[in-house]
């Protein structure tokens, strides 16, 4: 006994519905909250539990515009660069900042290179996987 089929028939091909990555609030508002942590986090390192100087000010703040405005860069074309290279773009990002904060204290330029290319290397690994198994 025959069975019937419906045949696909052919749609005309439609354009994708274009979508507005990086202009939410969310896509300033990240990036300026880690630049105040990291501005902070360095300004209180350098304090080191002394007086408060006007260099230790203008690190943090410095430092913290910088970060916050490379992270904002990265957001507005995460979305053009390939997987490979948007993954190893956040763990450079990561790496150099937590490499920065470790040198605020002291440490070898060896020491802080080093840290920050195994927590740069964590965070691609983690990025990589993360948008290989989310991208179509």
């Not at 300026?32 to 304090?47: D, E, H, N």
Request: net charge positive; aromatic share 12%.
């Amino acid at each position: 006994m025959a069975t019937h089929v419906t045949m696909p028939t052919r749609r005309p091909a439609r354009a994708p519905t274009p979508t507005r990555h990086g202009h939410t609030p969310l896509a300033w508002a990240m990036p300026l909250t880690l630049g105040v942590i990291l501005g902070f986090w360095a300004f209180f390192i350098k304090r080191d539990g002394g007086a408060t100087t006007g260099g230790q000010i203008w690190l943090g703040v410095v430092s913290g515009v910088a970060f916050a405005v490379l992270c904002y860069a990265l957001v507005q074309v995460r979305w053009a660069l390939p997987r490979e290279l948007r993954a190893a773009a956040f763990g450079v990002l990561t790496g150099g900042a937590v490499g920065f904060l470790y040198s605020l204290h002291d440490n070898s330029v060896l020491a802080s290179g080093l840290l920050g290319l195994v927590v740069g290397a964590g965070m691609f690994c983690t990025m990589f996987y993360l948008y290989y198994t989310r991208e179509n």
